[in-house]
């Protein structure tokens, strides 16, 4: 109860404090090719339960049907305002939207699409009992997974070999020892890997 309190009070908030940046960003990606704002990917969260997360779009339209989900920085999908808002991970602020719908939380493991979450073992879908987050440890972990994947022959292998079993080892560290503090933990490391 406190958490989803704190989550939906902080996303208003935040929606109030962010919203000339989100409406600035939103005219810049229209202006650059006319097409949608947002990024509306299915992703699976609390309970298996599929939801659409918002995203601003920093790829070309129709960037799932030309690629896989896994972006690397040189991308050539992503759009020159894209690698911008990528840069400083503007494109996740409007899932201050999935957190006030009580789709997502402020801290929670990240929401993976439906492909990966297929891959999880019964150990591994205990993440699945938490709502999903905007950031956990494996974001601060590894907060540019692009630049990780960058220059790669095949972003898929990559991150299923150097980024998906930390990833999944850190998520279930999280469901295994959540509690209000350690939340307030990750927000504080996060902002601080964002300034760094």
């Not at 972006?71 to 990528?86: L, N, Q, S, V, Y």
């Not at 997974?145 to 999944?168: F, V, W």
Request: charged share 30%; proline share 6%.
């Amino acid at each position: 109860m406190l958490k989803r309190t704190f989550d939906f009070l902080s996303s208003l908030v935040g929606l109030i404090l962010v919203s000339p940046v989100l409406v600035t960003i939103a005219i810049l990606i229209k202006r650059e090719d006319g097409g949608p704002v947002f990024y509306r990917g299915g992703r699976v969260g609390r309970f298996g339960k599929l939801f659409k997360i918002f995203k601003f779009r920093t790829m070309v339209v129709n960037a799932e049907k030309l690629g896989g989900p896994s972006t690397a920085d040189d991308d050539p999908r992503i759009t020159k305002m894209g690698k911008f808002i990528r840069k400083f991970k503007l494109d996740e602020l409007p899932q201050l939207l999935n957190v006030l719908k009580g789709e997502m939380s402020i801290v929670g493991p990240r929401p993976e699409v439906q492909m990966y979450v297929d891959m999880f073992t019964e150990e591994e879908k205990a993440i699945l009992s938490v709502r999903p987050g905007i950031t956990d440890w494996a974001s601060i972990w590894n907060p540019d997974e692009g630049a990780l994947l960058a220059g790669s022959p095949d972003p898929e292998k990559t991150y299923m070999e150097k980024i998906r079993p930390e990833k999944i080892r850190l998520q279930l560290k999280y469901v295994r020892e959540r509690s209000f503090l350690i939340d307030l933990k990750i927000i504080a490391q996060t902002i601080i890997t964002i300034i760094k």
